[in-house]
């Protein structure tokens, strides 16, 4: 926030009142700097100040239009130099009228910006005549130049994402955004569609407070919400915190984005009528499912479904239509359905609940007819939890969506796993309702599992299916977990997840759910090397429910059991190296896998026959390979005993990391024949060498670690050898982890 600025002081400079008395004190300084009367040249403003929409910190968008005027440059030097002074950012031309709508005729941004041209200075009359001809203009060419604004906008989004779904999203670019707004008002003006209903007006205001309020919390010009600005432009909102902005600002850009979808499509049937001659009077109409038919591209409901009382799944089952076969419902379709569609009984009938899977299971038609029921209030008649849930921020970074996106995105990676199951329908129940536990006090999980079966229960599932979908929500991060921060080869971690799941089929389930979940996430919280330790611990406990017996642990190569030490050996992610008996050689190992930018997922330690041998399973920390030459090279050099490897580690600083200070956890009843201390601590290069050196010279013996890391957090499990049943051994152990971390 500026220096010497309250934020009572500053709400003042919030708001379209706010913003109308900069404009009109910005016409005031323009036409006090404007060099007189000079006929037949005039100064016209477009973007903010000509919508009167100015920012405290926007930018000055003006044109100079001359008729071919004697000194023009001379004029103009006087009018953008007084400007240049004030270090206000200038966008900035000189034009003739003829030039002007040249110009706009195939340009389509300049087209659309001219639609914003306001008279400010000189002769009204020549400003009055580009405003006219331009908004002629504009009706003319919109329908044969909004395919390429279309374009243009795809492209923008793609590089700056969707602001509804991003943590530090582009207020202006963002799709949803206030550019958005300026292109349906663009095809309102065309006549191509109503684009600026009540809804979209008020979110379009809304947006333009956040945008005011970023200015004035920054004391710059500047669209992005970066975090660290985001509670000061709660409180200059009046907003209870920087959640709520969160929230308010995705329900804004969700109204904008949908409208301009809608209005994308009105064009596209305009365009293909005028394409096709045909008079737009006698739509064809083709049926696709009960009660629903197309229409120019849309779905909208059959003459028979209107009735005094609608089918309470009428609204559920048009959804499931409109997402399989993937076009939209139309507009008017979506208000009735809102207006006129009873409430569902409890429990669910029959078609509603098949409506429901239907839709789940739709693949790609699922997100964006959601979007659009969701839009109407489809969804809050269907499940009140909703509305709790919408547009609820995950702050972990690994999170790319909001906790409504993530739910739907995840029973849309479902999908793609549904035919390994029995039960599809309840795989896709439970993506669906596996997080509604989040944003409510403990675990999100333990939290959840009941609130999910109520649902379940309410859509009219068999209390066996309840019960299912229940342990699903429940146990939904117990796969991902084990799998990464457990030793696989331990008979207790292959017996605690089986006794937990209880069966093969609920086995199967959730691996499928937990696959679904990661990849709805997003990309932080997914990788190969996840995906097969997960396959593999699913495979151990398959093994354990069909036949009651544990798999044995695996054991060392014979490359690594017999032959000369030292031994080395890579095999494309897995390094294994072997030598004659000494303490320290994870660490060493670890060491080098660090300077050749490889993360450690896995390490496992053993002592066979007087041979130290340690295996790690990697991956590349920037995405490119290690030179394997150069890494074998070095791994040589470590199993030799030579120590320059990880002194060179060694003499690289360690980043100081902010945030919670990093946590140790004892597992005791997590090993067969150790106990597990786990390390809750940032990420940092080399973090696994000065653990493990620690825990060797504290005297401890590391049989097994696993390295789970999400976004720049690890959770790092030690399994140590012994019962370690002496409070001060522990303390010590735990002292000298803490202090490297």
């Not at 002074?85 to 030039?99: F, K, P, Q, Y």
């Not at 977990?481 to 199967?508: C, H, K, M, N, Y």
């Not at 994870?586 to 007087?610: N, P, Q």
Request: aromatic letters at 4%; glycine letters at 8%; charged letters at 25%.
């Amino acid at each position: 926030m500026p220096s010497g600025s309250s934020p009572d002081t500053l709400r003042g400079h919030v708001g379209a009142a706010a913003r109308d008395a900069r404009a009109a004190a910005l016409d005031a300084w323009l036409t006090s700097v404007f060099p007189g009367h000079v006929p037949g040249v005039s100064l016209v403003a477009v973007g903010g100040l000509g919508r009167r929409d100015v920012a405290p910190h926007s930018d000055l968008d003006l044109v100079l239009l001359h008729r071919g005027t004697a000194g023009i440059d001379r004029i103009a030097a006087a009018l953008w130099y007084p400007i240049w002074d004030t270090r206000i950012g200038l966008d900035h031309s000189v034009r003739t009228l003829a030039e002007a709508l040249s110009v706009s005729h195939d340009d389509v941004k300049v087209s659309l910006g001219l639609l914003d041209a306001r008279h400010v200075a000189g002769d009204a009359a020549l400003s009055a005549e580009l405003v006219g001809a331009a908004g002629d203009q504009w009706r003319r060419t919109a329908v044969r130049l909004l395919p390429q604004l279309k374009e243009l906008t795809a492209a923008r989004w793609a590089a700056h994402g969707e602001l509804a779904f991003l943590l530090e999203g582009d207020l202006k670019e963002a799709a949803g955004g206030l550019r958005d707004l300026t292109i349906l008002r663009g095809i309102g003006r065309a006549g191509l569609a109503d684009t600026l209903r009540p809804a979209v007006r008020a979110a379009g205001l809304r947006l333009l407070d956040a945008r005011d309020a970023l200015h004035l919390a920054t004391g710059r010009r500047v669209d992005r919400l970066v975090a660290q600005e985001r509670s000061t432009v709660a409180e200059l909102l009046d907003l209870e915190d920087a959640d709520a902005l969160l929230r308010r600002v995705s329900g804004d850009a969700r109204t904008v984005a949908h409208a301009l979808d809608d209005a994308w499509r009105a064009a596209d049937r305009l365009r293909g009528v005028r394409r096709r001659g045909t008079a737009p009077g006698n739509p064809v109409r083709r049926p696709v499912a009960r009660d629903v038919v197309e229409q120019d591209g849309e779905l909208v409901l059959a003459r028979t479904a209107i009735g005094p009382v609608p089918d309470p799944a009428l609204s559920l089952r048009v959804a499931a239509a409109a997402a399989t076969v993937r076009l939209p419902i139309a507009r008017a379709t979506c208000e009735w359905l809102a207006a006129f569609c009873p409430p569902l009984p409890t429990p669910w009938p029959a078609t509603a609940r098949g409506a429901l899977v239907s839709l789940l299971g739709s693949g790609p038609g699922l997100l964006p007819t959601w979007e659009t029921c969701d839009r109407y209030g489809l969804i809050d008649a269907w499940l009140p939890e909703w509305a709790r849930m919408r547009s609820l921020p995950q702050h972990h970074p690994v999170h790319r969506f909001t906790l409504d996106r993530h739910l739907v995105q995840a029973a849309f990676e479902a999908t793609a796993y549904a035919r390994e199951v029995d039960r599809p329908d309840l795989l896709l129940i439970g993506a669906f309702l596996h997080d509604v536990g989040k944003g409510l006090p403990g675990d999100h999980s333990l939290v959840g599992a009941p609130i999910a079966a109520g649902i379940a229960a309410r859509i009219g599932l068999p209390e066996a299916d309840v019960a299912t979908v229940e342990r699903l929500v429940r146990l939904h991060l117990l796969l991902p977990d084990a799998a990464t921060r457990r030793d696989l080869g331990d008979p207790v971690t292959i017996s605690t997840v089986a006794e937990q799941v209880g069966d093969t089929a609920t086995l199967d389930l959730l691996h499928a759910l937990a696959r679904a979940d990661s990849h709805a996430t997003g990309p932080g919280a997914w990788s190969d090397w996840k995906g097969r330790l997960m396959a593999e611990l699913v495979r151990r406990v398959h093994t354990a429910l069909d036949t009651g017996e544990l798999p044995a642990p695996p054991e060392p190569g014979p490359e690594l059991r017999t032959g000369d030490l030292p031994a080395v050996h890579l095999d494309g992610d897995r390094v294994a190296v072997a030598v004659a008996d000494r303490r320290g050689l994870l660490g060493a190992v670890a060491a080098c896998l660090a300077l050749h930018r490889l993360d450690v997922v896995a390490a496992d330690a053993s002592t066979i026959d007087g041979r130290a041998i340690v295996e790690f399973l990697t991956q590349p920390r920037f995405g490119s390979p290690a030179d394997p030459l150069a890494l074998a090279a070095d791994l040589r050099r470590v199993a030799a005993g030579d120590v320059s490897v990880t002194q060179r580690l060694r003499s690289r600083p360690v980043p100081a990391r902010d945030g919670a200070a990093p946590r140790v956890v004892w597992l005791r009843a997590a090993a067969t024949d150790a106990v597990v201390l786990e390390l809750r601590a940032a990420d940092s290069a080399g973090l696994l060498h000065r653990v493990a050196t620690a825990l060797d010279e504290a005297g401890a013996e590391v049989r097994a670690a696993r390295i789970s890391t999400l976004g720049g957090d690890v959770v790092d499990a030690f399994y140590l050898v012994g019962a370690w049943a002496d409070p001060a051994a522990r303390a010590r152990v735990e002292a000298a982890v803490l202090a490297v971390a």
